[in-house]
Nanobody, 119 residues
Framework: VQVVESGGGLVQAGGSLRLSCAAS????????MTWYRQVPGKERELVAT????????NYADSVKDRFTISRDNVRNTVYLVLNSLRPEDTGVYYC?????????????WGQGTQVTVSS
């Protein structure tokens, strides 16, 4: 299984980015996909999640109305559009694929992509 994030970079406050996360080696359409972010010295925090069929999404309060998560189950890719970026959005953004199972959950992580927002 491979989970690969891309699309991070340096952007000015108020700008936008689109992150992508491509997964392979798994039945993508069965997995809940979640974006997390982490800054040094802090715990990884959930940013946005989308159910396997894409029918339901959930966001951290800090990003509601600014970020949008979506998925393409044909391309096996999940996206995160980041609008109205703020310096506090800076961090490494990780993609997680999650599938619950009776014998233990399946969880796969990418290597992360850095987002840096300058003021």
């Amino acid at each position: 299984v491979q989970v690969v994030e891309s699309g991070g970079g340096l952007v000015q406050a108020g700008g936008s980015l689109r992150l992508s996360c491509a997964a392979s080696g798994l039945t993508f359409s069965k997995y809940t996909m979640t974006w997390y972010r982490q800054v040094p010295g802090k715990e990884r925090e959930l940013v946005a999640t989308i159910t396997s069929a894409g029918t339901s999404t959930n966001y951290a309060d800090s990003v509601k109305d600014r970020f949008t998560i979506s998925r393409d189950n044909v391309r096996n890719t999940v996206y995160l559009v980041l609008n109205s970026l703020r310096p506090e959005d800076t961090g490494v953004y990780y993609c997680n694929a999650h599938l619950p199972a009776l014998w233990g959950n399946y969880d796969y992580w990418g290597q992360g992509t850095q987002v840096t927002v300058s003021s």
